[in-house]
């Protein structure tokens, strides 16, 4: 089977997340966060029904995050063993690349938060709440609090699972894609559960989507800088 060339690859790698943004921009300004955020709103109890539910505050909000401390703990442990064990330490620079990357999304997600006026959808009076909605680009009005809502902060913690992808590219496994999947697939999964309490909209787990993503791209050719050409598809 063909391959695609690797440098046609890295230029989808590098350029979808900035598609990505401007579509995020876009659910802001074409009032699709508000359009998709309605549907989880009664506006007859003035509630969100969901924003207690089970499912999605503890099962993928309260359980999502332990499995992020669980596997930070797993991390901590292989981590450790790679320093006494002599078949492990080959693996010593990947795994402190999956803790960098892993780690630099969800931070910069938090730096985030702690300086945008972007507020959760159940604060907005909008949804009968107390706040402004306030989109990425626009005014500020004085006085305001900062958000704390944007990026998404959950969706950030599944996301960061992207870096293994990179992870499973430098041994070289054909399950690379999976890698990628996983990370893709507990983020929106984390993302969603948010959006239906109320916590985000879209466009917030989108931007926390391309964070994470150029996170884990950015470190992987720092930490490994001549293995860009073997970002493409295939064996």
Known sequence: MRQNK??????????????????GVMFEYSGFDVWWGSHFYDY???SWPFRDHWL?????????RRFIILVAVLWLIFFFLTFFLNPLKKYK??????LVAAAAGPLIVGAGKQTTHIYTPWDLKIFSGTLPY????????NGAPIGEAFPSGHAAGGYAFFSLYFLLLHLRSPYRIYGFLFGLGLGLIFGLGQQVRGAHFPSHD???MVICWYAALIFYFIFYPNEWSHCHYGK
């Open 134 to 141: 306030i989109r990425i680009f626009d005014p500020v009005p």
């Open 206 to 208: 989108l931007f926390s």
């Open 6 to 23: 690797p440098e046609g690859y890295l230029s989808l790698m590098t350029l979808l997340p900035l598609v990505l943004l401007l579509i």
């Open 93 to 98: 620079k990947i795994m402190i690349y999956f």
């Open 44 to 46: 007859q109890s003035q």
């Open 56 to 64: 999605f505050d503890t099962i993928i909000h309260d359980w999502g």
